[in-house]
């Protein structure tokens, strides 16, 4: 079952049912019978008003729809507004650059022989998305596949199925057809079923390792393309040469973005021991100007998380971690009472036998290295299973694109934060998934590439 549970007090809001058997099989067939009689002949015209349409609406329902994300996952006021507000930017963007990303190119003209290679829609495409980011994970990867033809399913995480149902409102007012867009309330179970379907031709899942090794391995049976954004462990590595004051308040607002519920927020503080007790203060009075609220609050910058769970499981880590002899320099933990508040804490002596270092932390909990130079700092930060990102503070800007080339991740900030933009490709790679979203790279994922050759 689907359910709105505020995670402020965990008291059941509302709740939705599964769908039937019998009900899921009626939308794949509108799925099937929107792409193949309507969506995938529309003019590029259709679909750039369909996205301009789009971002008016998320504009004009900013605040409505940034309430909708505070009161099902927690997420502050202020960022679930700046996220409705990313969603329209993405809409934007693609509606003025999809149409060029996705024209025929003219190959191997002259000498007798001609080729055009064209990038034409699929079908339907899956997403199985999260909860962290219910507007945006979703829209960042349906805006472009209906973009390029392909009709879309959204398998949205349970807890935010009012964020779903919005979602699927907001496309169908645009589109003015049912089919295009289409929310799937299912199991895991149900999943399997869906991928097996021939109107499938793709399943994309922003998620844990766990389920990106389901869904991948559910695609590789049914032998349709997957795109997979997995978890994080991304690396902060402070040079001796950076800007520690700047270095140090991006650190903690990355780490604390979401309450710390986000794949790509620096995770791990990695600094040189010329700088590093500089950086450690410096981190700590950071800390110290976090303040802990309840999400509808605008100055609030770090609330409860999305689910009870989260807070075990990250209680958990840390608990590994300090019986095996790490430190707290801030201490933080669940907080008594009403919901899933947890405080944020800064731990350090983190060993390779701890969770903590092996797992992704989802939560406000940053931990902090000091390693002998920059050698070894590159070195730890790729001691992962995990790359999906990381940043490098330096002022010598050659070093840091040479030390960049180092880091096995997908993306790099040098002097900056992380973070996903329409304009960039994004994704992982090792265990933080595979594919890319966003960009010329995220609209060209689930479409067919054709070579045609004359001559």
């Known amino acids: 079952m689907f359910k709105t549970i505020n995670p402020i007090d965990n008291k059941l809001i509302k709740s939705f049912d599964v769908l039937s058997t019998e009900s899921l099989q009626d939308k794949l067939k509108l799925a099937e019978d929107s792409y193949q009689k309507f969506w995938r002949y529309t003019r590029f015209s259709t679909r750039i008003a369909m996205l301009r349409s789009i971002a008016k609406r998320l504009k004009d329902e900013e605040e409505r729809l940034g309430a909708l994300i505070t009161l099902e996952m927690g997420k502050p006021i202020q960022q679930a507004i700046a996220e409705v507000q990313k969603c329209a930017l993405l809409c934007t963007y693609y509606a003025a650059h999809g149409e060029r990303y996705l024209q025929p190119k003219q190959m191997l003209s002259g000498a007798g022989t001609a080729a055009v290679v064209s990038y034409e829609p699929m079908g339907a495409i899956l997403g199985i998305m999260p909860w962290n980011f219910p507007l945006w994970q979703a829209m960042r990867f349906a805006v472009p596949a209906i973009m390029s033809g392909n009709v879309v399913l959204l398998k949205h995480a349970p807890n935010v199925p009012q964020c779903a149902l919005a979602l699927e409102d907001i496309f169908k007012n645009a589109i003015r057809h049912d089919g ?172 390779p036998s701890m969770r903590a270092y092996k797992e992704e932390l989802f939560g406000p909990t940053g931990l902090l290295f000091v390693v002998k130079d920059e050698a070894a700092a590159i070195e730890l930060a790729n001691d992962t299973s995990y790359g999906l990102g990381g940043a490098i503070w330096t002022q010598n800007l050659e070093k840091g694109m040479a030390l960049a080339k180092e880091l096995e991740v997908g993306a790099v900030a040098i002097n900056n934060l992380v973070r996903s933009d329409p304009r960039l490709p994004f994704g992982g790679v090792k265990r933080s998934g595979f594919g890319r979203e966003l960009a010329l790279e995220g609209i060209r994922e689930f479409v067919n590439v054709k070579t045609v050759v004359v001559g």
């Open 180 to 351: 295009v867009f289409q929310n799937l309330f299912i199991t895991v179970e149900q999943v399997g079923k869906v991928l097996g379907t021939p109107i499938v031709q793709g399943v994309a899942l922003t998620g844990s390792e766990r389920a990106g090794s389901a869904v991948g391995g559910l695609a590789g049976k049914n032998i349709k393309k997957a795109v997979l954004e997995l978890g994080g462990a991304d690396a902060f590595v402070v040079l001796e040469d950076a800007d520690l004051g700047k270095a140090a308040e991006i650190a903690v607002r990355s780490r604390m973005h979401n309450s710390g519920q986000t794949c790509i927020s620096a995770k791990r503080f990695i600094v040189t021991e010329p700088v590093a007790q500089k950086f450690t203060n410096l981190l700590l009075e950071a800390y110290q100007h976090l303040k802990v609220g309840l999400p509808d609050d605008p100055d609030t910058h770090i609330s409860c998380l999305a689910r009870p769970d989260l807070v075990d499981n990250l209680e958990a880590q840390v608990a590994d971690a300090i019986a095996k002899g790490a430190k707290s320099l801030v201490k933080g933990g669940r907080k008594k009472g009403a919901g899933n508040f947890y405080l944020p804490e800064l731990l350090t002596d983190i060993e």
